[in-house]
């Protein structure tokens, strides 16, 4: 497992829930996996935004992800909803993910996560900047 180095990030994580701190670091560590698949792509800066961990390239799309005490049984991953991620998820997709508007892929606590997807997802939008004019953002 990637260590966490901001302090802020890994302060928030440890304030969730257990069940959702170990979801939201598998969610974490795909993120950094699939980062790191990306050819050419700079590193990614693992933040908060909102009070979000949130994880940002410069040739993509902010994820954010964060369970909240509003929703005690799901955690989500946040997608810039001024972008067409959403709309292209729902679209390639289909009912895959439980959606949140155009902004977000919402878990319950008991679901199993479509790794290779999700993955797609998460490739999808650390890239969104060089993606966008392509039809269903290339997917």
Known sequence: MNEIMNTDVKNTLGNYPDWAQN??????????????????????????????????TKQGSTI????????????????????????TFREVFQDQFKYEGNRAIVFDKEDDIPIRDLKRCIETALTYKERKHLPLLGI
């Open 23 to 56: 979801k939201l670091l598998f969610i974490r560590e795909l993120i950094l996996e699939v980062a790191s698949e990306i050819n050419g792509t700079p590193e990614v800066e693992e933040t908060l935004k909102w009070g979000e961990p949130s994880y940002l």
């Open 64 to 87: 954010r992800m964060d369970w909240k005490k509003a929703a005690p049984t799901q955690y989500a991953l946040y997608f810039n909803c001024n972008t067409r991620l959403i709309e």
